[in-house]
């Protein structure tokens, strides 16, 4: 019997792991998770991985195989795990009842090409295309509450489309006018691998773009949108700090409004939903007050022609833009409240 | 007899004045310049200011007054002071004989009615303005090798109109189409007094966008690129580093283009001009390879469909932003080679 | 009747009284706390003061009065204010019966006169000085059980103290050898309040000694350890990161030992201290394993004589520096696990 | 015929390679560089491995080879190369009649058998041990100006070493009594290689102390300041910046010393060096100040008693702490003024 208050964890060695398992550690309707490793470098607990878990974090690394995980209890399973890998796995684990919550990018598109085209891998195959869940809840918690496979989104996406979402929705775009993201993110998005242009020496007191018209998260932005290619640009920068995205997003209104009628929008759209919060006219949220937290916040400008509209969205790129949000779409198809453990 | 060799300082506390004060120091066709500041706090020299100078500027610091500098034998003055203490002091210099290079707003705009309402100060006198010169060497040096008066650029005003110059004097920009300039600058150019926002704490780890539809560079970047108001969309983030502005500009071009004619454009547009280094399509600069320089980095990506450009800008906001483009300018006042001093 | 699950918290406004804030608002045990503030700014809510809090810490700020917290039901009271406000308000405190956490320095000393001479202020009333217990929980765990007053330490004092303390009490330090505490802490620890030395661009990248022979952690260093003031060199250090204290001590043991036998006399003395973790021989802790929690980590290195030891002590200035430390002193004194709400 | 104006640089790809091709490219008194390199990564200019030398940095890049060097005209080689290759490299450039700068540890120690200790590696061969001047200008300047093979001292070593040498020289450190070298480097010191530990997230935001008792520069220290190896602890620590060394130095004086004493102690001992700065009684010198330079600074407090003493010391570990030093020392063996193309 498959038990959903016991969960696998698969990839506990990178940034994203670690915030996984240390949400999840000390979420109060689960089990001790249990931690999956493909290669564990000799470590026997997540403690001789990250030394900050000593002493309440002794939890042991487990050998991945899909016959350990599947021969467990385990109800479900997050995999924090490259998107090849991903793509094998989670077919597996789906087959053998667990229901899965996925942080690569394999299984985001309804359709496989654009898998392929963006990432340039072998996509999964396409019946699990179409019965994975995108997994922002303030759009689509009813689907995830039901799903089966949840799709966690890219980081930069989450900030792009929850910052935007409410105005496509809403019509209140010109037609024909392009939309400006200018994204901005911390050095733990680029994954723990060294690197030499994540070199401490290359990063801190030097800031720069990368990614422009090529960056993969672009069709997740897309298709949850709605907009089309030819009317967004999307571009990417690396800040000097650790955690956080903040995206500066540009758009051009069909009919002028007040300050008062955006932030309405906002107000209206993301009701009820407590990890976006949206910040009063004339303020503007910033990157600290995000960090080590699962919000998402937005706030904007309006121009005095009441046309032009700059909206800034930001979260913490581990918390509500992966592991985070990971653990609230989790929630959701626990059917306990959506922030457990999250604050 | 006014020596052109022989500079007074004018404001020598903040950083501006800091940078200025290194380069004039080692600048090996001037006499060492004579420093005026309005408040010593007790100090009697310039390293007592700042202790770096310690065994080669300790040079004396004298207070201001126009009578000690017109008494002088200066026959150039620097001004590192506040707008309102610039538009007082620049007129009685020149009347003296000096030529002046003023850092501050006070002289950037050709109509009063602009400085008073991006300001909210009064405005120099007119015949100030209509004499000033807008300090750009790369688009105004003969008009700047002849002035009297010389009104440096703001820093992100310079970035911004460095990058979008050749699109526009080439007439390459798409009509109606907006103009997305998403800046970003380290905490230096907000100035050295303490202030909340600015404490270590505050900044570390965070970003925020500030400023938006209200910064005082927007009316200097409308008149530089001929661009009107309605076009241009101007942000303004803090970067949690020291020294760097970083540009991120949105176009739509009317005709498609290669990689290669926009490269060629700003080549074209650039060719002679030491300062401004233009990148290879495909390559990106980045705020390390110009922190401690004068130059302007120029890079961009064009999209497939070769009508959709980014352009990257970034410099020294206290090098090409502020001081060293202060210096550039006075070496052609000078007729000198208009790097000296400046690598 | 005073309610010990209803406590006041007076000073919220700085670094430490936002850390003590977001603790004490998810503390399983207690109510929702009443905030008072000497100044509000304006502000009506803890979430107007600081941003982070929206959604989840919209606690009203309540103007500071003695008689206000008297007359509500608190049973307790945190006190992160200033020394001199502390030496007042404590007192009138106890005596309507409330049990008071103090964070200041006001009532860390037995004599009257060490306050005097290395605070430069008038000190409270004796009969306070003897009944306040000094707040390391691993130290003193059962007077402050039962304590009416605890004076929380100082941030730098509990990383020496606890580093030092199984080795004085062991009696393993050679009689007339120096100890050197070479103390490193980020800039959190100087405060909130605007300085010219505290603005980024004067600590980002930057490193300096401060405070060296006058630093006022000092007595609490010598008292606690029983060390004469001869005996011991105490420095700090301004580190270029928000949070965290890293202190390396020198000592020279009056017996050789084995590394084996130094990590036992360690994990001994810490038996049963959950907040204190003990570093295996021949591995060192680093701050961003503490940084954010309660804990204080402890690692050394001795050579091979046997007789040198290298101790390395690090903790959250703000956790277990401050507020963390000032929470697991007021779980002891409500009779619950030291940790609740600290993990 | 050699040119001493003509000098070759073997090792650019690193950061010392990168400041000294900085320096050496803007010396008045020697001709444009030839640079060598073991592995061009398909770079065929300095411009390509590092562009901030865009425009002002283009010379070419050439592979090495023994034959290359010696059948240029270069009178002169700086190897910034790894410890084995200089080994081998200086013989051979030495025979050929080049003078030599080696930035490694191979020609540090007068005893083979130090090097092999400390560095696990085989020693040169003796002849060349003898012949090697140690790099410090301040205290064997004459020697080095006749010097054939220049070893380049450690970065940590020559911020403790001329911290320490004015007083061992003077006989001032009470017998007996230890000497605590607590010191701490920014990221640059560790190399450019990529490493897991040197990544931007592991170093921004933490601090950490690393080699006790097994630092490779320790033999150094010994060896010029005299002092025996019981007698020293010297510890290293990691600092979230790029570029800096601090060393804090705890030592016993045998006679109690007032600070104008001690002041004047430095001042005498350093009359006429002026890459060594002492500061004033009462203040301490800061990371900032020498960041970028070839300057030491060098300041003192010193308790009532008289006796116990802390010097600090600090450097660019890049500047005077490396590629400064070597063309410092080059300066002396040319017979121009030392300071030539450093300030």
């Known amino acids: 019997m498959r038990n959903f208050r016991q969960v696998a964890v ?59 995980i599947t021969s467990s209890s385990a109800g479900a399973a997050f995999l924090a795990t490259p998107h090849e890998v991903s793509a094998e796995l989670a077919p597996a684990l789906l087959k053998a009842g667990l229901r899965v919550v996925d942080l690569s990018g394999a299984f985001r598109f309804r359709e496989a090409e654009t898998f392929t085209t963006w990432y340039k891998l072998a996509a999964p195959h396409a019946e699990w295309l179409t019965e994975a869940v995108y997994g922002i809840p303030e759009l689509y918690s009813s689907e995830i509450a039901k799903a089966r496979l949840v ?10 489309i929850l910052g935007l979402r409410p105005l496509t929705q809403a019509g209140w775009i010109a037609p024909g006018t392009g939309v400006v993201c200018d994204c901005k993110s911390g050095a733990s998005g680029a994954g723990k691998d060294p690197r030499r242009d994540l070199h401490f020496v290359e990063v801190d007191g030097n800031f720069k773009a990368y990614g422009l018209f090529s960056h ?56 009820g939903r ?62 306990i409240e959506e922030q457990t453990s999250l604050q």
Not at 48 to 61: C, D, H, T, V
């Open 10 to 68: 698969v990839g506990v060695t990178g940034y994203t792991g670690l915030e996984l398992a240390r949400i999840l550690l000390g979420h109060p309707a689960l089990q001790p998770p249990l931690f999956y490793v493909r290669e564990t470098n000799g470590a026997k607990c997540l403690a001789e991985l990250f030394p900050q878990f000593r002493g309440w974090g002794e939890a042991p690394l487990r050998p991945l195989s899909v016959d350990a």
């Open 151 to 160: 799709a966690n989104p890219g980081c930069y996406a989450t900030s792009v």
């Open 274 to 335: 407590r990890m976006v919060r949206i910040w009063p006219a004339d303020t503007l949220p910033e990157l600290q007050h995000v960090a080590h937290t699962n919000f998402c916040d937005i706030g904007f400008a309006l121009d005095k022609s009441g046309r032009r509209l700059v909206i800034v969205s930001c979260l913490d790129n581990l918390g509500k833009g992966a592991a985070g949000q990971a653990v609230q779409n989790f929630n959701h198809m626990l059917g």
């Open 216 to 271: 993969r998260h672009t069709p997740e932005i897309l298709e949850h949108t709605g907009l089309g290619e030819s009317q967004v640009v999307f571009s990417t920068h690396l800040l000097p700090l650790a955690r956080g995205i903040l995206s500066t997003i540009y758009v051009t209104l069909g009919e002028p409004q007040t300050a008062a009628e955006v932030e309405s929008l906002y107000r209206r759209f993301y009701a």
